[in-house]
């Protein structure tokens, strides 16, 4: 099979299946209507697993940029636009990181992840805020943010646990 085609396929498959197990979560947990900060706090545990083990998986240039402009229009079709603008700026940004350290590994993973769940939390976070008409003070939004931080990077570790699991098996190569 061709790169390119591998490329874009696997990265459809990783979106949706976070797509899915994301609004999963949201819709099971009205997690979008209770709080701003908790939606992305709980997107940002197995959805961006699936993500990070997906970027492990393509393990190619081009491989998050397509993961986040795949997930993107899909916030787009299902008219969550400020979701489309989060998941795209988080593939771009994950692109710059993983053209600088690569896809596999641990320190690549976690740095990768983290900045996916940086990009992916805060934006939303301050989009959404913005939509509401309201403004979030500076040492809130810095608190959370480092936690997406956190968690993007704690994340990221077990993206790298099972990735590599799954190559010593054969699952992936």
Known sequence: MDEKVRLWIFAAIFSVASYVVSAGISLGTAAYAASIFLDPLLNLTIPLLILSVGFQAINK???????????????????????????????????????????????ASVINTAVYGLGEGALSVYIGALFLHYAVPILPFVGFSLVFVALGAFVGYLGQSISSYMIKSGLMK
């Open 61 to 107: 240039r081009g491989g998050a940029f397509a993961i986040g402009l795949i997930s993107a229009v899909l916030f787009a079709l299902t008219f969550l636009f400020f979701l489309t603008a989060t998941a795209f700026v988080a593939g771009i940004l994950t692109e710059v990181s993983a053209y600088l350290l690569g896809y596999r590994g641990m320190k």
